[in-house]
């Protein structure tokens, strides 16, 4: 079974910087694409960024609203991956919550498309 555990979520101040860790065991990320999302209050969860293996190196997908401010990484022990936040905004608030693939046939950005989740971390961004 594998389990996912989010942590790093804080209270920042617009403009500010954060790291979010998502820890696992088993290699789980040499074998299945990580992801993040999030789900602010209210609203849907959505797909915030992704990060696939393949035959060049990683392959990095980021949603529209947080392109250029936030990069997904893994590390080689493939047992964690990272979101870092840069120049974050109010809208940003939300809880963040760690992925692994599951099943194809879903869109990479389609929560279906995941078989795993963290249990999700709290990201609170003042103006």
């Known amino acids: 079974q594998v389990q996912l555990v989010d942590s790093g979520g804080a209270s920042v101040q617009a403009g500010g910087s954060l790291i979010l860790s998502c820890t696992t065991s088993?290699?789980?990320?040499?074998?299945?694409?990580a992801a993040w999302f999030r789900q602010a209050p209210g609203k849907e969860r959505e797909f915030v960024a992704r990060?696939?293996?393949?035959?060049?190196?990683?392959?990095?997908l980021y949603a529209e609203s947080v392109k250029g401010r936030f990069t997904i990484s893994r590390d080689r022990s493939w047992n964690a991956a990272y979101l870092q936040l840069n120049n974050m905004m109010p809208e940003d608030t939300a809880v963040y919550y760690c992925?692994?693939?599951?099943?194809?046939?879903?869109?990479?950005?389609?929560?279906?498309?995941?078989?795993?989740w963290g249990q999700g971390t709290q990201v609170t961004v003042a103006s």
């Open positions: 992925a692994a693939a599951g099943p194809n046939g879903f869109p990479v950005d389609d929560r279906r498309a995941y078989a795993y």
């Open positions: 088993g290699r789980t990320f040499y074998y299945r694409a």
């Open positions: 990060i696939d293996r393949d035959r060049d190196g990683d392959t990095e």
